[in-house]
């Protein structure tokens, strides 16, 4: 992955500043989603250790609990493994008024299961077929969707996942497949671009998010986020994301560096 060019590390000051007026923000639009029953799903996939529970951490912060939930679903159970694959997580879909943060997805399918072998390459094909009339679906049945891909590089995901081994506060993050994460880089590698390629639609398209700078890494997502969602008062300068950090997806970003190989 190259480094973003000119992108200056920002100040713990700058960055709570700026993270503040980005949360009232969220605020306004979490009030229009209630007021007009609007059904918001995002999702966020990633790496081990990419980042997805900070983002949803500091979008969810000052968000009612009753109208916006956190969905991490863990390991299926014997029963769900035999149901169709996306029964499991259409309970956990958004009714009227509320949002939705999906801490991984349906897309576990595309990654940690196909690189881990908890799934057939049959069964991942059919799941990359499936997935676009699936989320179409969701969209004609007015389901906001938007989808983020935090990438990171191997030496930042290499220092995170030790950092974890010794904080006493992080160490229930690491799991076998953590700890796995680094030996399965490139299979990771191929199985996120071939998820990106196949899965990228008009509908839904795919964000990817440089994610090696925590800080600038929710700022511009929660900046892209806002700025996708209309909502009254929307549209400031605020709103708009930095694209050294948050671009939505394009094919070249697999060979030209944009993404970590």
Same mark, same amino acid.
């Given at each position: 992955?190259?480094?973003?060019?000119?992108? +200056? !590390?920002?100040?713990?000051?700058?960055?709570?500043?700026?993270?503040? %007026?980005?949360?009232?923000? =969220?605020?306004?639009? @979490?009030?229009?989603?209630?007021?007009?029953?609007?059904?918001?799903?995002?999702?966020f996939?990633?790496?081990?250790a990419?980042?997805?529970?900070?983002? /949803?951490?500091?979008?969810?912060?000052?968000?009612?609990?009753?109208?916006?939930?956190?969905?991490? =679903?863990?390991?299926?159970?014997?029963?769900?493994?035999? %149901?169709? &694959?996306?029964?499991r997580?259409? !309970?956990?879909?958004?009714?009227?008024?509320? /949002?939705?943060?999906?801490n *991984?997805?349906?897309?576990?399918?595309?990654?940690?299961?196909?690189? #881990?072998?908890?799934?057939?390459?049959?069964?991942?094909?059919a799941?990359?077929?499936?997935?676009?009339?699936?989320e179409?679906?969701?969209?004609?049945?007015?389901?906001?969707?938007?989808? &983020? &891909?935090?990438?990171?590089?191997? +030496?930042? %995901?290499?220092?995170?996942?030790?950092?974890?081994? *010794?904080?006493? =506060?992080? %160490?229930?993050? #690491?799991?076998?497949?953590?700890?796995?994460?680094?030996?399965?880089?490139?299979?990771?590698?191929?199985?996120? $671009?071939? #998820?990106l390629k +196949?899965?990228?639609?008009?509908?839904?398209?795919?964000?990817?998010?440089?994610?090696?700078?925590?800080? @600038?890494?929710?700022? $511009?997502? /929660?900046?892209?986020?806002?700025?996708r969602?209309?909502?009254?008062?929307?549209?400031?300068r605020?709103?708009?994301?930095?694209?050294?950090?948050?671009?939505?997806?394009r094919?070249?970003m697999?060979?030209?560096?944009? =993404?970590?190989r």
């Open positions: 992955m190259k480094s973003p060019k000119h992108l +200056s !590390p920002i100040s713990k000051s700058d960055y709570r500043d700026e993270l503040h %007026q980005l949360q009232i923000e =969220l605020v306004k639009l @979490h009030r229009d989603v209630i007021a007009r029953g609007r059904k918001v799903l995002v999702i996939e990633g790496r081990d990419a980042g997805k529970d900070g983002v /949803i951490k500091r979008i969810a912060e000052h968000l009612s609990p009753r109208e916006v939930r956190v969905v991490a =679903l863990g390991k299926p159970s014997d029963r769900e493994e035999t %149901q169709w &694959y996306f029964q997580f259409v !309970p956990y879909l958004p009714a009227a008024g509320e /949002i939705v943060l999906s *991984r997805s349906w897309y576990n399918r595309a990654g940690v299961e196909r690189v #881990m072998g908890f799934c057939t390459p049959a069964e991942c094909d799941f990359l077929e499936a997935v676009p009339r699936f179409h679906m969701l969209i004609k049945a007015g389901v906001e969707l938007f989808k &983020y &891909y935090l990438d990171i590089s191997r +030496s930042e %995901q290499a220092r995170r996942l030790r950092d974890r081994r *010794r904080d006493p =506060l992080k %160490q229930w993050k #690491m799991s076998r497949i953590d700890a796995a994460a680094l030996g399965h880089w490139k299979d990771y590698s191929t199985a996120r $671009n071939v #998820m +196949s899965t990228h639609h008009a509908e839904a398209p795919w964000l990817v998010v440089r994610a090696d700078d925590k800080r @600038h890494a929710r700022l $511009n997502v /929660i900046r892209d986020l806002l700025g969602i209309k909502y009254p008062a929307s549209g400031s605020r709103l708009r994301p930095d694209r050294r950090v948050v671009q939505v997806f094919s070249p697999v060979k030209d560096g944009w =993404l970590a």
